[in-house]
C-alpha cells in the first residue's frame, strides 16, 4: 500500500506538471508586455483648438501633426448643389453681385486628408510659396484656396463672378472652396473668429480684429502678423481675410506647411 501511494503521488504531480506547461503553452492566453506603452499621451488641451473645425469627419493626433479628415461639402446652400445628390442644399443666387454667373461645375464629395504641424514654426528664410488647389481647410470643412485662379496663376477678377452668395464656387473636379471671405462662416460666427488653418498650422481670422477692419498695411507679405488671440492668449502668428487682394495669403506659407491629400 505504501509503494501505492507513492505511485499515486508521482502520477498526480505529473498530471499537474503537464496542465501547468499546458497553460504556458496556451496561445489565447495573452499577457501584456511590460516594454510596450499603449498610454494614449495625445490630451484634450493639444486638439482644443483644432476641434473647432466642426467640419471634420476626424481629427487626430499623429506623431507631431494634427490629422483632419474632410469630404470639403459645405454645410449651407448653394446654387452649385443643383443637379447633384445634395440638390436638397440648392439654392438660386440670391446675393449682391450683379455680375454673377453660375460656372459649369457642380459640388462633388471630395475627401481631403490634411496634416498639419502641430507645433507650428516661424520661418526666417526659405519661404514656399503657396500652390493652386487646396493650402488649408476652413472651420466648416471646406478647403481654403490662395489669390490666383487657374491654370496658369491668373488674378481673381473674373473668377470672383463666380462665386456663390457665400463667396464659395466648385473647380473643374467638383472641389467646393473659397478664395476669399467666406461669408457664411463669418455671418454665423463672427467677422473676428477663428475660420480654419492653413497647412503650416497657423490659424486663419475674419476680416476684423478688436472690432475694426483688417486692412492689407497691417499685414505683412505673408498676410498675417503675430499677436494674442482668443484662442492663442499666449500669441501665435496669424492669418486674416481681407476685402483685398491677396484676400488669404500673399507670397508664401510663413512656416513648413503639412500635407494636404486625397
Not at 492653413?198 to 505683412?220: H, I, Q
Not at 492669418?239 to 508664401?252: E, I, R
Request: proline residues 7%; aromatic residues 12%; contains cysteine.
Amino acid at each position: 500500500m505504501k509503494n501505492l501511494g507513492i505511485i499515486t503521488s508521482t502520477i498526480l504531480l505529473m498530471i499537474g506538471f503537464i496542465s501547468f506547461e499546458s497553460c504556458k503553452n496556451d496561445d489565447s492566453v495573452a499577457m501584456p508586455d511590460p516594454l510596450v506603452d499603449t498610454t494614449d499621451t495625445t490630451t484634450a488641451d493639444e486638439l482644443a483648438v483644432y476641434k473647432k473645425v466642426y467640419g471634420a469627419s476626424d481629427i487626430y493626433k499623429e506623431g507631431n501633426f494634427v490629422v483632419i479628415k474632410v469630404n470639403s461639402l459645405p454645410d449651407h446652400p448653394s446654387p452649385y448643389y443643383k443637379d447633384t445628390d445634395w440638390s436638397d442644399k440648392f439654392e438660386g443666387y440670391n446675393g449682391t453681385n450683379p455680375d454673377f454667373h453660375l460656372n459649369p461645375n457642380r459640388v462633388t464629395q471630395t475627401n481631403y486628408t490634411y496634416k498639419f504641424p502641430l507645433n507650428p514654426v516661424e520661418l526666417s528664410s526659405g519661404n514656399q510659396a503657396t500652390t493652386l488647389g487646396t493650402i488649408g481647410v476652413a472651420i466648416n470643412g471646406v478647403p481654403l484656396f490662395n489669390q490666383y485662379a487657374g491654370p496658369n496663376e491668373q488674378e481673381l477678377t473674373n473668377e470672383i463672378n463666380s462665386f456663390d452668395q457665400y463667396n464659395g464656387h466648385p473647380q473643374q473636379q467638383g472641389v467646393y472652396h473659397y478664395h476669399i471671405e467666406p461669408l457664411y462662416l463669418t455671418a454665423n460666427k463672427g467677422k473676428e473668429a477663428l475660420m480654419g488653418f492653413l497647412l503650416d498650422g497657423f490659424p486663419v481670422y475674419g476680416p476684423e480684429e478688436n472690432g475694426a477692419e483688417v486692412t492689407n498695411s497691417y499685414l505683412d507679405e505673408f498676410h498675417g502678423h503675430k499677436h494674442a488671440t482668443a484662442d492663442y492668449p499666449n500669441g501665435i502668428y496669424h492669418y486674416h481675410f481681407t476685402d483685398a487682394a491677396p484676400y488669404l495669403n500673399g507670397d508664401g506659407f510663413k512656416g513648413t506647411p503639412g500635407t494636404a491629400t486625397r
